[in-house]
């Protein structure tokens, strides 16, 4: 069949490139794409599409797609899989917009964990700026403050520094009218991710994403600089209690609830102390545990999303050993950097592109995160050894990483 990836960055260059590898693709396309993936020759980008529903349909029309996967979230919002849903002889791998809301409102998804009795951070949502301010005054921190809207990683801060959070809660309002302040939770996070379709669900290993910009986690928030899976520190019995107090409360919740969902359900989750707690939900791959998860997965993913599609059993394999995946960003993201600038990438580095440009035989920085590296090796030292190992390959004046991706 023809498949479309839609999206542009490393996540959906391994969705492309994982759907490559399937004996059930004859073409796969990414759209719009970045011209760094064309470093996989058969694959086919779309940067011209406009950004509408209307023109997507007729590039699938013409190109006989059978098969959508959506990566990015901003088109799950924008309510993508609801437009294509009645288009016929094509199916659309993510949920519509009344499923989407789990992760673009962070105010909905915690009044949903509240009802359903899904562990979580406690909670306060605001829609005024001064009485949000008046309270964290009144509170000691540290402060979890979360913007009611998509943000790319960079919505949230979590703060001892008071004023630093008022500032924060301040400028949040101008972005969006909600907030939630939430209670300060520690522990170790790691990702689960699903392929679910209302009461199925079919888990993949444990990723961990390293979100913070520098070493130690240190630095402001970002959309992850580095992951790797699976996890040590997640035990079987610890996905046992994820199976039974946090997923199936969560489809049977939104069964309750009539929303339809068929797509990746994503678990940001927390080992504390007090149990394992939910963080965030996101409605599709995250980036970058994707590039690793699908370097990991030895099973083809177009069987495992029509299994999804169906309802069937279907047992995901895994590569033995671990995948680590480092992200070379731009200097100054997630703030201000400059694009443009060479790279050099060696031929056969095992990476994906997050954001790079094709400039004839060369390549150029074309955004915040650029270019994802990853190795499996049969442990995770040995994995990330030879992960910075090939880093240290790419050469570039204008992008960092962090050096402690896989301690
Ligand atoms: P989110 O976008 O909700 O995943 O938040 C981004 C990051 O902020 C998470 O990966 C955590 O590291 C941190 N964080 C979010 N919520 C909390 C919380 N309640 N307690 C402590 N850290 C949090
Ligand atoms: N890596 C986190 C995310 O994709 O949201």
């Not at 731009?330 to 400039?359: F, T």
Request: proline share 3%; glycine share 8%; aromatic share 10%.
């Amino acid at each position: 069949m023809n498949v479309a990836v839609i999206g542009n960055g490393g996540r959906e260059h391994a969705l492309a490139r994982k759907c490559m590898k399937s004996s059930h693709a004859e073409s796969v396309h990414v759209i719009p794409g970045n011209t760094g993936m064309l470093m996989d020759r058969a694959l086919k980008i779309y940067p011209q599409w406009d950004g509408s529903f209307g023109q997507l349909g007729e590039y699938v029309r013409k190109q006989k797609i059978e098969l959508i996967i959506v990566g990015n979230e901003a088109y799950l919002e924008r309510g993508i899989t609801d437009y294509f849903e009645n288009v016929e002889g094509v199916r659309i791998f993510g949920p519509k917009r009344e499923g989407a809301v789990l992760e673009f409102s962070k105010d909905f998804a915690k009044i949903f964990m509240k009802e359903y009795d899904i562990p979580t951070a406690d909670f306060i949502t605001f829609t005024d700026a001064e009485e949000a301010c008046r309270h964290i005054e009144s509170t000691a921190g540290p402060y979890v403050i979360k913007q009611d809207a998509l943000a790319l990683g960079k919505g949230v801060l979590v703060t001892s520094d008071r004023s630093e959070a008022l500032q924060f809660m301040k400028d949040s309002f101008e972005v969006t009218q909600k907030v939630v302040l939430e209670e300060f939770l520690e522990g170790r996070e790691f990702s689960l991710l699903a392929f679910v379709n209302g009461d199925y669900h079919n888990c993949m290993i444990p990723a961990r994403d390293y979100k913070r910009a520098h070493d130690g986690d240190e630095g402001l928030n970002t959309g992850g600089m580095g992951s790797y899976a699976p996890v040590e520190y997640v035990y079987d019995e610890d996905l046992k209690e994820v199976e039974r107090q946090i997923i199936r409360p969560t489809v049977e919740g939104l069964i309750d609830r009539n929303i339809e969902f068929c797509g990746i359900l994503y678990f940001g989750l927390m080992k504390t102390s007090n149990g394992i707690k939910v963080i965030e939900y996101n409605t599709r791959f995250g980036d970058p545990e994707a590039e690793v998860l699908l370097e990991s997965m030895e099973s083809d993913l177009i069987e495992a999303v029509t299994a999804t599609f169906e309802k069937r059993v279907y047992p995901l394999k895994w590569k033995e050993g671990v995948t680590v995946g480092v992200c070379l960003a731009s200097k100054g993201y997630p703030r201000n950097y400059e694009k443009g600038c060479e790279v050099s990438i060696p031929k056969d580095l095992n990476c994906y592109s997050m954001a790079v440009e094709k400039n004839g035989s060369s390549y150029l920085t074309n955004g915040g995160r650029v270019l994802f590296v990853v190795k499996t090796a049969r442990d995770k030292k040995e994995a990330k050894t030879r992960c910075y190992e090939d880093v240290a390959t790419v050469h570039s004046d204008n992008l960092y990483f962090r050096k402690d991706i896989g301690l």
